[in-house]
Structures are given as structure tokens and as C-alpha cells.
């Protein structure tokens, strides 16, 4: 079983990344491997050309996005860090998102994969900086993993997150509660439980 973590912060050691490492841990510990992904913090936005749709072999850009998507059809679950930007997350992770989603090769593979986020900030924000990622999966077929709380550390640095105490409790937490579905989900395969069937997409628009 494999976890990709997205780290969506330009700071590459600092509180988004701090509190990606405190779920790995428990990852880790559980049997659990992981790969990373850092987004570039000029990650170019979609520009809606539907290559994707036509080619059905990612994105255009071939560039992160696509090394992403290869890394991740191997993968069963995905962590995803943002710090908060105006209450949200981060531009450039929202391009790659946009994009990774999007693009995505195969996209009934997404279902019942694992996924969860963590939102990092001074003080506030993390609650919307959460759901905007989050609708990424809601809508992808990926149950989202939660906690005993918001899976939001604080600080302006990465030692200040590591002083938060109950962030860092949150976020352990997180890691057992997403290495106990991966778990539950590889014993259901072994047991000859199939996973529930996709119907064909219907795409319409409110005039039709």
C-alpha cells in the first residue's frame, strides 16, 4: 500500500510541510510507504483546451501534473498540504489540482482511493483552504479521511506547528484513521468484495 503526499507550499520544510511529516509517521509506522510530489510555485493553470478529453493521456504540459498521475495509478491514497492563502488554498496547488483532476487518465481508477488534506496558516482560514481541496475528491469518488479535529496546524514556521500541540495530535490521528481504511479496503479485495460499480457518465448542462 502506497500514500502520495502533495506538498502544495513554496516554503519545501516549513508548517504545511511539517504536518505532512506527522501523518507520514504514522504511515510509515503502520506498513504504510509514501512518495512525494512538490508543486512548483509556478504551476501553470488549465487553459481549458480539452487536449486531455481527445488524447485521454493526461495533460498537454507534460510536466509535474503528468509524473503525478503516473506516480499515482500506482498508488492507493493521497495526502494533499496547503498553506492558507486569503483563506484558501494556495494558487499554484489549486492549478496543479485543476489540472491533475482533470486530466487524469482513466478517471474511474480515482474511486475508493483514499484522500485527505491539511490546510496550514497563522491563525485562520484552514476550514475553506480544506474544502477547496477536498471538493477535489468528493467529486472524484475518493472517500475523504477524517479526524478527531480540523487537520490544521499553526505557526509561522515549522517548529512553531510542532508546538501545537493538539494539531499535531489531529494529524497522528489522521494517519491511523487513513492506514485503517487502506487496510480495511485491502482486506475486502482479499475477501472477494467487489467495490462498488461506476455508472456511465451522464454530463448535462441545466438547458438540457
Request: aromatic share 10%.
Amino acid at each position: 500500500m502506497k500514500v502520495m503526499i502533495i506538498n502544495g507550499s513554496p516554503h519545501k520544510k516549513g508548517t504545511t510541510y511539517t504536518g505532512l511529516c506527522e501523518v507520514e509517521k504514522i504511515l510509515k509506522e503502520e506498513g504504510i510507504e509514501t512518495v512525494w510530489i512538490e508543486v512548483p510555485a509556478d504551476c501553470p493553470s488549465c487553459m481549458a483546451c480539452n487536449y486531455c478529453h481527445r488524447n485521454k493521456d493526461g495533460c498537454i504540459k507534460k510536466d509535474i501534473v503528468n509524473k503525478a498521475q503516473e506516480i499515482f495509478a500506482d498508488c492507493d491514497g493521497l495526502l494533499v498540504g496547503s498553506p492558507v492563502y486569503y483563506a484558501g488554498a494556495s494558487g499554484s496547488l489549486m492549478s496543479f489540482l485543476d489540472r491533475f483532476f482533470y486530466s487524469y487518465p482513466g478517471k474511474n481508477s480515482l474511486n475508493m482511493k483514499a484522500a485527505a488534506s491539511i490546510a496550514a496558516s497563522r491563525r485562520a482560514g484552514n476550514i475553506t483552504a480544506n474544502d477547496m481541496m477536498q471538493k477535489f475528491f468528493s467529486i472524484s469518488g475518493m472517500p475523504v479521511i477524517t479526524s478527531t479535529y480540523w487537520n490544521d496546524p499553526h505557526g509561522f514556521s515549522g517548529e512553531d506547528a510542532l508546538k501545537d500541540e493538539e494539531a499535531m495530535q489531529t494529524l497522528r490521528n489522521l494517519g491511523r484513521n487513513m492506514a485503517y481504511y487502506l487496510k480495511m479496503r485491502e482486506l475486502a479485495k482479499e475477501n472477494g468484495l467487489s467495490e462498488p460499480e461506476i455508472e456511465k457518465k451522464y454530463s448535462t448542462h441545466f438547458i438540457r
